[in-house]
C-alpha cells in the first residue's frame, strides 16, 4: 500500500502563487505515474498535471498549462506543484494521486473518462480570492 499525504493549500489572491507538496510512503517501488487531481465547488474531478516516474514526462491540462508546473523527487518522495498566475477559477480541493501504470496510460485513461488512480491523498484546499 501507498500513502499520500498533501500539504501547502490556502487563500491566496489573484495573481498570486503556491506550491503544493505530495509526499509518499508505503509501498514506493509499485508507484509510477504521480498526478494532481482537483475538485471545485458543483464541479466534477479535474486533471490538472502528471509527472512519470523514470525520466520525469509531464503532463499539463490546457487549464493550467503555462501557469502550473509539477516536478517530482524520487530520492525524497515527494512531488510538488508550483502554480502561478492563480485566478478564481483555480478554487478547487487539489489532490495527490498515484498508479503503478505510466503517466502515458493515465492520460490516456483520463481523456476517456476515467479518473481512477490506484492511491489517493485526502486532499488541500486551495481558495484564490481578493
Known amino acids: 500500500q501507498v500513502q499520500l499525504v498533501e500539504s501547502g493549500g490556502g487563500l491566496v489572491q489573484p495573481g498570486g502563487s503556491l506550491a503544493l507538496s505530495c509526499v509518499a510512503s508505503g509501498s514506493i517501488s509499485s508507484l509510477n505515474a504521480l498526478a494532481w487531481f482537483r475538485q471545485g465547488p458543483g464541479q466534477a474531478r479535474e486533471f490538472v498535471s502528471g509527472?512519470?516516474?523514470?525520466?520525469?514526462?509531464?503532463y499539463y491540462s490546457d487549464s493550467v498549462k503555462g501557469r502550473f508546473t509539477i516536478s517530482r523527487n524520487n530520492a525524497k518522495n515527494t512531488m510538488t506543484l508550483q502554480m502561478n498566475a492563480l485566478n478564481p477559477e483555480d478554487t478547487a480541493v487539489y489532490s495527490c494521486?498515484?498508479?503503478?501504470?505510466?503517466?502515458?496510460?493515465?492520460?490516456?485513461?483520463?481523456?476517456?473518462?476515467?479518473?481512477?488512480?490506484?492511491?489517493w491523498g485526502k486532499g488541500t484546499l486551495v481558495t484564490v480570492s481578493s
Open positions: 509527472v512519470s516516474g523514470p525520466g520525469g514526462g509531464t
Open positions: 494521486a498515484g498508479d503503478s501504470q505510466p503517466l502515458y496510460a493515465i492520460v490516456a485513461r483520463v481523456k476517456g473518462g476515467d479518473h481512477r488512480m490506484e492511491y
